[in-house]
């Protein structure tokens, strides 16, 4: 992707989401329009006005490679028209500084650059506005509200392609006594350290959910029972092996329990949750910080 070399280091998006940073850049850059038009028809063949690049736009970008949304085809197009708005409005600017005033092609260009990247700008910012209204702000995993509608997906594509998949629900062990003793504060970065877990162990394009309190659900995509039980005991794992530090430098061991279901042609979302709660209630009820498959593990009647 490429990126422009702003000659202001400031950078003032970097601490915001990517819609919030977004938001800045189209004011910075509102503001910069302003000072270019300034400087290239009203200052011309007077040694000119310096018009300094808005870094917000870099700063952002930064902030995006972070969350690896850099190779995303409407931002890697975002940042070739910034890019070649900033080399054209400079060539401009060059140009007035030398007393000579702009073609109206050039001007227009210019324009057209600046339009095109505002509209791409607002679009890409609507786009991760609506994104994040589906993310659950404590953990940042998608909430339940587009849970049902990703599982569809799943299940369509298994019974028109035949790719397999499973579900796993996940409860936190003991949690109500997590909370009880230390406060929802610590409840919720309990929270927040099992959903990082979560996420870190499992591949980019499978999905994991907040379904409420200390509930979660994991779909892996392309996966057979066998398979899905490996990641998920894995998961299991990671977990028990990473205590959640509190501010006071003490720590609580975190386990959670797993049920985990193969979906099947003949059966729906709803009744292919209900067996993943059935495979996990099997789990919460003979000890805990265990891995359950329906089917397997457990009586199906």
């Excluded at 000072?35 to 007077?46: D, L, P, S």
């Excluded at 587009?146 to 035949?162: H, I, K, P, T, V």
Aim: charged content about 30%; overall charge neutral; glycine content about 8%.
């Amino acid at each position: 992707m490429t990126e422009f070399k702003p000659e202001r280091a400031n950078e003032p998006t970097d601490s915001l989401s990517p819609a919030e940073g977004l938001g800045v850049v189209l004011d910075e850059h509102l503001r910069w329009i302003g000072q270019w038009h300034r400087a290239a028809f009203y200052r011309w063949g007077r040694g000119g006005e310096r018009v300094s690049a808005p870094a917000s736009f870099a700063a952002w970008c930064k902030a995006a490679r972070r969350d690896d949304l850099t190779q995303q085809p409407a931002v890697e197009k975002l940042a070739t028209v910034h890019e070649q708005m900033h080399r054209q409005a400079k060539l401009i600017l060059l140009k007035a500084a030398n007393g000579e005033r702009p073609t109206e092609s050039e001007y227009e260009s210019v324009i057209a650059r600046f339009e095109d990247f505002v509209a791409l700008l607002r679009r890409v910012e609507r786009a991760f506005g609506a994104a994040a209204s589906g993310l659950d702000p404590l953990t940042g995993l998608r909430s339940r509200r587009g849970m049902d509608e990703a599982l569809e997906r799943e299940q369509n594509r298994f019974r028109r392609a035949g790719q397999p998949f499973c579900v796993a629900l996940v409860d936190i062990d003991k949690f109500k006594g997590i909370n009880d003793t230390y406060g929802h504060d610590i409840g919720d970065r309990v929270l927040g350290a099992t959903a990082a877990v979560i996420s870190r162990g499992i591949r980019s394009f499978d999905e994991a959910f907040r379904m409420g309190g200390e509930e979660f659900l994991v779909c892996l995509k392309e996966t057979i029972l066998e398979e899905g039980f490996r990641v998920i005991d894995r998961l299991r794992q990671d977990l028990e092996r990473s205590p959640v530090v509190l501010p006071d430098g003490r720590s609580i061991n975190v386990t959670a329990s797993f049920g985990l279901v193969q979906a099947a042609a003949d059966v729906g979302i709803d009744e292919l949750i209900q067996r993943a709660d059935r495979a996990l209630y099997h789990a919460k009820h003979t000890g805990r910080n265990r891995t359950v498959r329906y089917g397997l593990d457990m009586a199906t009647s």
